[in-house]
Antibody
Framework: EVQLVESGGGLVQPGGSLRLSCEAS????????MYWVRQETGKGLEWVAA???????HHPDSVKGRFTVSRDDGRESLYLLMNSLRAGDTAVYYC????????????????WGRGTLVTVSS | EIVMTQSPATLSVSPGERATLSCRAS??????LAWYQHKPGQAPRLLFF???TGAPGVPARFSGSGSGTEFTLTISSLQSEDSAVYYC??????????FGGGTKVEIK
């Protein structure tokens, strides 16, 4: 079955760290760019990390310097290391696959996991 | 950053009736727009990419249209299982994707 399964969420104190994992199955993981997208309760979706097939990584300013995305193609897994966590980082974190559209030349998110909840609170 | 605005925030429709969801971009995204269906506790499900190209398995009652800054998702005859939150997503600038705030579709 083609799927993404996130893990590693939980309760962490402000200033703490957490490492999320996303295990892929059913497709050739190394061939896809991957994303982490989060959703605060009652709010919209926000991308927090993207990583290309060559390991090139990107983060928006809101998490740059605190979050680091990585991948292990051998383990078919995506990771998100989150440091200096704040209350505003409380959200469900989703792992998503970025698929290349050969017609347009652009990439869209075509497969998502169910997410893992991160709560930052004392 | 491209801001995506969805309307309405909530849509209450009777079974069998048409539901029309709107998504507006703050600047042109061409047709680099996707729609997702999200039910509680489930993974978001891709419905359309390239504004109007259906993902595998999407029922024919769903359709996507639009280009530039104005996009529409239409459910021609609403079924009970269509109750969900629907999001639009622009991917015109990689990796700086952005999403709309969502439209919650309720069954009246």
């Amino acid at each position: 079955e083609v799927q993404l399964v996130e893990s590693g969420g939980g309760l962490v104190q402000p200033g703490g760290s957490l490492r999320l994992s996303c295990e892929a199955s059913g497709f050739t993981f190394r061939s896809y760019d991957m994303y982490w997208v989060r959703q605060e309760t009652g709010k919209g979706l926000e991308w927090v990390a993207a990583i290309g097939t060559t390991g090139d990584s990107h983060h928006p300013d809101s998490v740059k310097g605190r979050f680091t995305v990585s991948r292990d193609d051998g383990r078919e897994s995506l990771y998100l290391l989150m440091n200096s966590l704040r209350a505003g980082d409380t959200a469900v974190y989703y792992c998503a696959r970025s698929k290349y559209d050969f017609v347009s030349g652009y990439r869209y998110l075509d497969l998502w996991g169910r997410g893992t909840l991160v709560t930052v609170s004392s | 950053e491209i801001v995506m605005t969805q309307s309405p925030a909530t849509l209450s429709v009777s079974p069998g009736e048409r539901a029309t969801l709107s998504c507006r971009a703050s600047q042109s995204v061409g047709n680099n727009l996707a729609w997702y269906q999200h039910k509680p506790g489930q993974a978001p499900r891709l419905l359309f990419f390239a504004a109007s190209t259906g993902a595998p398995g999407v029922p024919a009652r769903f359709s996507g249209s639009g280009s530039g800054t104005e996009f529409t998702l239409t459910i021609s005859s609403l079924q009970s299982e269509d109750s969900a939150v629907y999001y639009c997503h622009q991917y015109n600038v990689w990796p700086q994707v952005t999403f709309g705030g969502g439209t919650k579709v309720e069954i009246k």
